[in-house]
């Protein structure tokens, strides 16, 4: 039960997001710059970044909405799963292994990261913009699950809402819909 009154039918950052339009028109914009905008790393990349930092943190539903995001961009499932279990052995490449790790650090503590993994995502190709946006995105998603859990947003267990949501990511990304979110309102959210 959120700890705000919050739309029912909007679960998650979603309902955070329409309670307060004006704060949050900069975050999507943000957000919409650094995971849809132009880089040299793909939009599934970016979403694996976002997913291993809310895995990390423990955010059940930025874990699930990113993780689905991730599997929708990718075309497949298995690579978003094995980065949550462990970056070294998961199926991206070693510049990616050593992104991966630097947003982990990140999300542990900013002065966890290291120089020697900044030469090391260099060493494996990273430019510094890619190594300057891993480090803008893992930060961004430490707020954003601190964000939901800290306000007890309502987290769907249906693993249908988040292929949906992966969907929507996808084709719309982080701008608020156009026509705003009623027509979720007939969609019942199951929640634990």
Known sequence: MPYIPLE???????????????????????????????????????????TVVSNGNQCKFCTAAHTAAADVLLGENETSEKVKQNIITAPVS??????????????????AVTKEAIDNAKAEGATDIEIHDTVLIAALFCLYNRYVDGLATVTP???????????????????RLQQGYDHLKKNKIVTQ
């Open 8 to 50: 029912e039918h909007l679960p998650g950052i979603t309902g955070l997001l329409e309670y307060d339009k004006e704060a949050a028109a900069p975050i999507r914009e943000l957000t919409q710059i650094l995971l849809r905008g132009e880089s040299t790393l793909t939009e599934g990349e970016r979403e694996l970044i976002a």
């Open 94 to 111: 070693d510049k990616m292994k050593a992104l991966l790790s630097i947003a982990s650090m990140v999300r542990e503590n900013g002065k």
């Open 157 to 175: 267990t249906n693993p249908d809402f988040y292929q949906g949501l992966g969907e929507r990511l996808k084709h719309h990304g982080y701008n």
